[in-house]
């Protein structure tokens, strides 16, 4: 019952994504948007957690906080069985394996990322549709608020390196929960590696795919609370800015998803398998 070795979980990631890369298109979308379901959900109870602690809560603790309620997402994903594209990333092991083509990587990793969308947007319309924003008094509006802002406000660089050090970690969770045995094995596998992203302030696209829009739907709202809200913030919330600010984000979380942890392990455990040592 002991956990896979490294060199173990490596030829594992590998294998996982050689199956992803031939999984129907169907099956692929339906797991997707349910990932998308479970990262908004997340971001839902994170976002929960956080209102109303700037004036209570030191800036790190609150934050923390945050991060291990929203490793619930992928909790979820991990121990129930979805497809993520952030931790879809670490199918190049399998290309560079030539188990798969490129075509079919990219293939999985466009209905993945499509369905994530859907999921996740659909998510926080449900979200938003149950008044569950207006809880605390319009707190957790006001947290959404700053949330949505904050990411749509960031430069294209820096939402670019923070994407990366965002899926480093990620797909370190995942790749720390092939190894693991149990549900309890990949329930702690996922809660520190997550809780850090989210506390150091990393960007995820697919948990972007939620919280911007979420902000999107109360700025338009009648609701009272929204008046609260500081003098130019909403003017930055746009569908526009929305999608172009997913550029950058999902670009940085594939470099680090894929180079600097598949590619890294790929190159240290698996570059020299099924080949013949020279004489």
């Known amino acids: 019952m002991d956990a896979l070795l490294p060199v173990e979980i490596a030829r594992k990631a590998e294998d996982v994504g050689a199956q992803k890369a031939q999984m129907d298109a169907l099956r692929l979308f339906v797991l997707a948007v349910l990932a998308g379901a479970f990262i908004g959900l997340g971001a839902m109870f994170a976002t929960t957690v956080m209102a109303g602690t700037d004036d209570t809560l030191p800036f790190g603790l609150s934050r923390l906080i945050a991060g291990v309620a929203f490793s619930t997402g992928l909790i979820l994903i991990v121990a129930g069985g979805a497809e993520l594209f952030t931790g879809n990333t670490l199918m190049v092991m399998a290309l560079a394996a030539r188990k ?22 659909g998510t926080s319309v449900l979200v938003f549709l149950s008044g569950q924003y ?80 979420l902000a999107l739907l109360i700025s338009v709202s009648a609701e009272p609370i929204v008046m609260q809200a500081p003098a130019g913030q909403l003017e930055v919330l746009t569908w526009a800015a929305f999608l172009w600010s997913l550029i950058p984000v999902t670009l940085g979380n594939v470099v680090g998803g894929s180079v600097l942890v598949g590619g890294v392990y790929w190159f240290v455990y698996l570059r020299h398998e099924g080949k013949q040592p020279a004489p």
């Not at 992203?197 to 696209?205: I, L, Q």
């Open 134 to 213: 207006l809880s605390g008094d319009g707190s957790v509006a006001i947290a959404a608020l700053s949330i949505g802002t904050g990411k749509v406000a960031l430069p294209f660089d820096q939402a670019f390196f923070l994407g990366i050090l965002c899926n480093v970690l990620v797909c370190l969770a995942v790749w720390l929960s092939l190894g693991a045995r149990s549900t309890a094995d990949k329930v702690l596998a996922v809660l520190f590696p997550i809780s850090a992203f989210v506390a150091a302030g990393f960007e995820h696209s697919v948990a972007n795919m939620y919280l911007i829009p």
């Open 100 to 121: 798969i083509s490129a075509g079919k990587m990219l293939r999985a990793w466009a209905i993945v990322y499509v369905g994530n969308f859907i999921g996740a947007v």
